[in-house]
C-alpha cells in the first residue's frame, strides 16, 4: 500500500494528517494521485492507500477549532487526566492553555478523534467515498485497533503499560465498538463496483481476536503481527502457521503473511542473516493466504543501524533511542550510484551491491528469487498439508508443490523427489528452502 501522502506537518512521517482530502506538495498534487492510480491500473496494478482514522494532525482544522474552544467533541478532551501512556513515550495526555486536557496515544501533534462522534464518523465515510471515487481500491486502515475508546476512561493501573500487542490487555485497544465502524466502511466498499478492500492494521492480543476484524461483514484482511514477530524456529512458526489458518478459516477470510513493515526492523537483521531472510521468504510465499511484501525486501536490505543522530526523524525514539523506525525506512538504492541526489535519509554506501541495478537479471539475486516466487506462486493452489520431517525443519505441501525448510544450522538430506522449481540456496543447506514440484507426495 502507500503510506500517507495527505497534507501533513509530517511530525510523524505523514501519519499526522492535516487534511485528508489533499496531497501535500512534498509528493505532488491530487492530479498526480489520479495519474498514478490510473497509471498504475493500465499496468494490472491495484492501488491501496493509507487512512489514518484514531487521530489527526494538531494542525487539522478541526483541532484547531478545539483549541479555540470550538466543538471540543470530535476529539477527546477531559479535565484530569488518567495513567495512560502514550506509545511514543510520555503520559498520553496534553493540557491546553484554558487547563483541559486532550488525548493523544501517539505523538502530542497526533490528538485522537472521538469515534463516539456521529459527525466524525459521517466524515470519514465521506473521506472513503472521495478516494473510491478517486479511483483507489482499497484502504489499509492504520491502528484499525484503537479508534473506539472505553466508556470512561479506566486507568490501567501500572506503568510501562503493553506496546500495541501483547497478551495483557489495555484498555485503549481492542474494544468491541471498533467492529461497528468497520462494519459501516465494509458498506461503503461494497457499495462499489469491482473488488475494493479494507486491511486492518490490527494489533490484537490473540489469534482469536485479530480475526473478529475480518468476519464476514467487516474487513477483508489483517496483517497478521503474530507471524512477523515469530523467532527463527520451526516449532513456533508451525504454531503460528496454523493457529493463523485456523482462525482465519473460522470466519471465513483469507489470512495474511508478512516479515517486515515500515514499523518494525527489517527481517534480514531481526533473523540474524540474509540465508535466513531468502529462506523466510520462499516459507512465506509459499504458504496459502496474502503475502505483503516490504519495499526493499525483494533485495535484501538490512536495517540501517548506524544513522547519525541529527538525521533520525521517528518520534517513536523519545521512548526508546533504539526502538526508533528510520532505520527500516531508508530510502531504495535503485542504482549503484544509489540513484538520488537528496534522500531524505542517507542510504548506505554498501547498499550499492544490494541496488535494483546490481541485482537485475543476476541468477542467484535475491531479487531474482522474489521475482521468480512470486511468478511462481500464482499457480499454487490447494490446502497446506504438513509432512514429517526432522527436528527444526519444516516439510508441507500444497497440491503438487513440496515446501522444504531448514531452519537448523547444518545441511539436512530432504530426499524430497521431483523437480526442483526454486531455491534459497543448495537445497538442504542451512537456513535454506526450496520448492519442489511432485506428482504424489508420500
Not at 478459516?249 to 531472510?277: C, E, F, I, M, Q
Not at 511462481?376 to 500444497?398: I, K, M, N
Request: aromatic share 10%.
Amino acid at each position: 500500500w502507500l503510506t500517507p501522502f495527505y497534507t501533513s506537518p509530517m511530525a510523524d512521517f505523514g501519519y499526522d494528517v492535516a487534511d485528508y482530502r489533499d496531497v501535500d506538495p512534498l509528493f505532488g498534487s491530487l492530479a498526480d494521485a489520479k495519474a498514478l492510480i490510473d497509471e498504475a491500473h493500465g499496468h494490472g496494478l491495484r492501488v491501496i492507500v493509507d487512512v489514518v482514522p484514531n487521530h489527526s494532525s494538531s494542525a487539522h482544522p478541526w483541532f484547531q477549532a478545539a483549541l479555540r474552544g470550538e466543538r471540543r467533541d470530535r476529539y477527546i478532551f477531559r479535565d484530569e487526566p488518567n495513567d495512560w501512556e502514550s506509545i511514543f513515550g510520555g503520559p498520553a495526555w496534553t493540557q491546553v492553555e484554558d487547563g483541559q486536557w486532550y488525548l493523544h496515544l501517539f505523538d502530542p501533534a497526533q490528538p485522537d478523534l472521538n469515534w463516539d462522534s456521529e459527525e466524525v464518523r459521517g466524515e470519514f465515510e465521506s473521506i472513503l467515498r472521495f478516494w473510491l471515487d478517486l479511483g483507489v481500491d482499497g484502504f489499509r486502515v492504520d491502528v484499525a485497533h484503537g479508534m473506539v475508546k472505553p466508556r470512561g476512561l479506566p486507568d490501567v493501573g501500572h506503568p510501562d503499560q503493553t506496546r500495541m500487542i501483547g497478551r495483557e490487555p489495555v484498555p485503549y485497544f481492542d474494544n468491541d465498538g471498533v467492529h461497528e465502524i468497520h462494519r459501516a466502511w465494509r458498506r461503503v466498499l461494497d457499495s462499489y463496483p469491482g473488488e475494493r478492500i479494507g486491511v486492518a492494521e490490527a494489533w490484537a492480543p490473540t489469534a482469536e481476536r485479530l480475526a473478529m476484524y475480518v468476519r464476514p461483514d467487516e474487513l477483508h484482511q489483517a496483517f497478521n503481527f503474530h507471524y512477523l514477530f515469530t523467532p527463527w524456529d520451526a516449532a513456533e512458526l508451525r504454531t503460528v502457521i496454523d493457529s493463523s489458518l485456523a482462525t482465519a478459516a473460522s470466519v471465513g477470510a483469507p489470512t495474511t503473511w508478512v516479515l517486515s513493515n515500515h514499523d518494525v526492523k527489517r527481517h534480514v537483521t531481526r533473523y540474524g542473516s540474509l540465508a535466513r531472510a531468502r529462506a523466510a521468504a520462499l516459507l512465506t510465499l509459499a504458504l496459502p493466504g496474502s503475502a505483503y511484501v516490504y519495499q526493499g525486501e525483494e533485495l535484501g536490505l538490512p536495517e540501517v543501524l548506524d544513522l547519525p543522530e541529527e538525521v533520525c526523524q521517528d518520534p517513536q525514539r523519545l521512548r526508546d533511542p533504539d526502538s526508533g523506525r528510520d532505520g527500516c525506512r531508508v530510502p531504495l538504492p535503485w542504482t549503484r550510484d544509489l540513484g538520488w541526489r537528496d534522500p531524505w535519509l542517507p542510504i548506505p554506501a554498501a547498499w550499492a551491491g544490494l541496488s535494483v541495478q546490481a541485482q537485475d537479471g543476476v541468477p542467484g539475486s535475491t531479487l531474482e528469487l522474489y521475482r521468480a516466487a512470486l511468478r511462481l506462486r500464482r499457480s499454487f493452489d490447494g490446502d497446506l498439508v504438513w509432512h514429517d520431517s526432522p527436528e527444526g525443519t519444516l516439510v508441507f505441501s500444497r497440491g503438487d508443490l513440496l515446501c522444504t525448510v531448514n531452519l537448523t544450522g547444518a545441511p539436512v538430506d530432504f530426499a524430497a523427489g521431483g523437480e526442483l522449481l526454486l531455491a534459497s540456496d543448495v537445497p538442504g543447506a542451512a537456513d535454506s528452502a526450496a520448492w519442489w514440484k511432485v506428482k504424489c507426495v508420500p
